[in-house]
């Protein structure tokens, strides 16, 4: 018996098994999308941790949340070191 296609189920691009340089092109493209007003949606995948769901406009990921998690915490700490490094203009 095989089954019949959903027309309504979001087709997920899998990403979890690719290379970090391939996620990091994937999240790059979301975090610029993110910055220009687009709603990204994230929840638990239900095959449960670590395997998560990522929505962002015409993007629909299949990720593990822990390279996500790996991806913010660098952009952050590299935000923070150039922030510490431009003149501030108050003082």
């Given at each position: 018996?095989?089954?019949k296609?959903?027309?309504f189920r979001l087709e997920r691009r899998d990403i979890m098994g690719k290379?970090?340089?391939e996620k990091?092109?994937?999240y790059d493209d979301i975090s610029r999308r993110w910055l220009n007003g687009a709603d990204v949606k994230s929840r638990e995948h239900k095959s449960g941790f670590?395997?998560?769901t990522v929505d962002c406009e015409?993007?629909?990921i299949l990720t593990?949340?822990?390279s996500v998690e790996e991806y913010f915490h660098q952009l952050t700490t590299f935000?923070?070191?150039f922030a510490e490094q431009v003149p501030s203009d108050t003082g």
């Amino acid at each position: 018996m095989s089954r019949k296609k959903d027309p309504f189920r979001l087709e997920r691009r899998d990403i979890m098994g690719k290379p970090k340089e391939e996620k990091v092109a994937v999240y790059d493209d979301i975090s610029r999308r993110w910055l220009n007003g687009a709603d990204v949606k994230s929840r638990e995948h239900k095959s449960g941790f670590p395997a998560i769901t990522v929505d962002c406009e015409d993007i629909h990921i299949l990720t593990d949340c822990l390279s996500v998690e790996e991806y913010f915490h660098q952009l952050t700490t590299f935000l923070k070191a150039f922030a510490e490094q431009v003149p501030s203009d108050t003082g």
